[in-house]
């Protein structure tokens, strides 16, 4: 119940295309949603988030759609660039007890900008 | 500011022996994460320190890994004796505080092999 469902595996798009990766979740008690990138051989990185009474949350190239009803969100990256290229990863943040959370990660998708 | 240091880089076991790896946070983080990478996949949560005490480690096998994080800052993940599928990229992660939407940063890990 605490799983995070993503697709694509992978995926390849233009040089100024969209790229979009989808997620899905179980567990309504999931209150925080970021995406991460991750790069060849470093950690992840915080990329965006967003937070469950919000549609839609948008930085720069970046934007998540949210879908609480349906229980999805996903990542559009607009003008995908090939320094793009890299590992996306959703991920869902489930409250513990007290004020602690745990974030539990998609399974990755990679994203190959070609020229 | 300086980012999440690990260490060693890479590490090749045989199976059965032990290994220790090595973790410093950001400076004034209370949280530090471990996550195991298995190649593929998303990170998964191994154990999740708010300074010295352990808000969560319901993931981490407890009969051959073991972390302790003494002081409440460097942190120390140990397994013994390794297996075969422990061969993944260790993940040391820092956060300011331990509640829901923190940002988490990542160490770029330690990359374990064991054969």
């Known amino acids: 119940q605490q799983q995070v469902k993503q697709s694509p595996q992978s995926l390849i798009v233009q040089k100024g295309g969209i790229s979009i990766i989808n997620c899905a979740y179980e567990n309504t008690a999931f209150d925080y949603f970021p995406w991460y990138q991750q790069f060849p051989g470093k950690g992840p990185a915080l990329l965006i988030a967003?937070?469950?009474?919000?549609s839609e949350k948008k930085e720069g190239r970046f934007t998540i759609s949210f879908n609480k009803s349906a229980k999805q969100f996903s990542l559009h990256i607009m003008d995908s660039q090939p320094g793009d290229s890299a590992t996306y990863f959703c991920a869902a943040d489930f409250p513990l007890t007290g004020t602690a959370s745990k974030l539990t990660f998609g399974t990755g998708t990679r994203l190959q900008v070609t020229l | 500011e300086a980012g999440v240091a690990q260490s060693p880089r890479y590490k090749i076991i045989e199976k059965r022996q032990s290994v220790a790896f090595w973790c410093n946070p950001i400076s004034g983080h209370a949280t530090l994460y471990w996550y195991q990478q298995i190649l593929g996949q998303g990170p998964k949560l191994l154990i999740q320190f708010q300074n010295n005490g352990v808000v969560d480690d319901s993931q981490l096998p407890k009969d051959r890994f073991s972390a302790e994080r003494l002081k409440g800052v460097d942190s120390t993940l140990k397994i013994q004796p390794a297996k075969l599928e422990d061969s993944a990229v260790y993940l040391c992660?820092?956060?300011?505080?331990?509640?829901?939407?923190?940002?988490?940063?990542f160490g770029s890990g330690t990359q374990l092999s064991v054969l």
């Open positions: 992660a820092s956060s300011v505080g331990t509640g829901g939407y923190e940002k988490l940063f």
């Open positions: 967003i937070r469950p009474d919000v």
